[in-house]
C-alpha cells in the first residue's frame, strides 16, 4: 500500500515542546491480540496520541501503519516511529473522520480508535482539558480551528449551554448550572479552567457531598465534546472506517465515558444487522460481527488507574 502525504498532511518540520509525561496505552494487549499485527497486515491508528499502540503493532511485525491526529504536537511526539521504522510508517495531522479519504480506495487489516486522551494532553494546563489545573479554557483538538471552550461559555445562549451540560456531560443540574455560567459572564468572562471550577463549585456547595467523581469532570468532559464535535464526528466515522477493512479485518474502539460507548455499541449492533427486503425478510447477510466488550483487568488498574473507565469493543469484517 502506497500513501503519499500532501502538504497539508506532512509532519510538522518545526520543534514542539514535548512533555516529559509517560503515555500508558490503555487496553494495549488485548488491542495486541485483536488486531493481530504480524508481517503483510497494514494499519491505521486514527488517533495516535502518545504512540503507544503504533508503536505496538510495529514492533509485532506490521507491515504498515498510519497514524493520524489533529494535535500536531501528537505527531512530532511521534515522529520517533519514522525514525526507528522508516518507510511503514505514514503521519498526519488529521482527524479519525478522514480515514477513508487518506486511504483513497485502499483498505487495512486493522484500524484502532482509543477516544481517551493521552497523558501528555491532560497534563498539559494550557489545553485546559483538566479542573485540576488551571489555564485557559481551549479545549480544542486541533488547535488550529473551531471555538475554544471560552467561547461557548462566553457565547452561547443559556438554553444551549444547559443542553451541552445535560447530553454531552449528563449533568444533573444542568439548567442550574447554564444559569450560573450566564450570570457570572456579565460581570467577567470566562478565561481560565479555574473560572469555570469555581462556577461549578458554587452550584454544588459541600452540604452537596463529592464522594464520587467530582462534578466539574462532567462539565469539563460536555465542554469538550461540544468544543471538537466528538458525538458526530464519531458517528459519521464508524461505519465509513469499516468500510475500509479487508474481509477479516478489524475496528477496535476504546471508549471512556458512557456517551461514547452506547454510540459505538449501537453503531457496531446496526453494522452487524441483516439487511431485509420490504417484508422483513433476510436479502443479504450482515457483512460485519462483533464480540463482547472487553475492560482493563486488576494488574492494569493497578499499574494505570486512568484505565479504569475504558472499554474495548471489536468489530470484524466478515464479507464483502
Known sequence: MTVVMTTHDAMPQVPVPVSSTVHVPVLFDAVMEALKPIPGRC?????LGGGGH????LERGASHVLGLDWDSAAIARCVSLVEDFGEKVRLYRSGYDRIAEILDGDTVDGILLDLGFSSDQLDDAARGLSYHLDGPLDMRLDSQAGRTAADVLNGAREAELADIFYYYGEEPRARVLARAVAGARKAVPFTTTGDLLRVVESVYPPRHGLKRAHP?????????VAVNDEMATLERALPAAAECLKVGGRLAVITFQPLEERLVKKAFRDLCADELDDVGR???KAKFKTGKKIVPDEAELERNPRARSAILRVLERVAI
Open 43 to 47: 494499519f491505521v491508528d486514527g488517533t
Open 216 to 224: 466539574a469532570a462532567r462539565v469539563f468532559q460536555a465542554l469538550r
Open 54 to 57: 503504533a508503536r505496538g503493532l
Open 282 to 284: 433476510v436479502a443479504a
